[in-house]
């Protein structure tokens, strides 16, 4: 979630990363028909507390775990930024998938 302040540090060891979502400039980039598709945010924060919790856990590990954050679908990240900052330019992206061998 850090990522999404970008271009500005919110947290002291993660460095700011551009994204297909830029709220500093109201843009974003979205690939064509996927914009239900659902992201997972988690503020570096959160995640430290997890593993804080964790390493102090004296009780047997479970043997699947995990985190998750908040999942919002690429249309609402756009919306919830157009509330907070205006409207977005947006630009569409094309995926294109390839035969590898």
Do not use: C
């Amino acid at each position: 979630m850090d990522y999404l302040a970008s271009p500005y540090q919110t947290a002291k060891y993660v460095a700011p990363l551009d994204t297909v979502f830029n709220f500093q400039n109201r843009r974003a980039i979205v690939v064509e028909g996927h914009e239900d598709a659902i992201m997972t945010f988690t503020a570096v924060a959160d995640l430290a507390a997890i593993v804080a919790r964790s390493v102090d856990y004296e009780g047997e590990w479970p043997e699947i775990s995990g985190i998750s954050g908040n999942r919002v679908t690429v249309a609402r990240v756009i919306e919830i930024g157009e509330k907070i900052r205006g409207m977005f330019g947006i630009s569409t992206a094309e995926v294109r998938v390839l035969d590898v061998y």
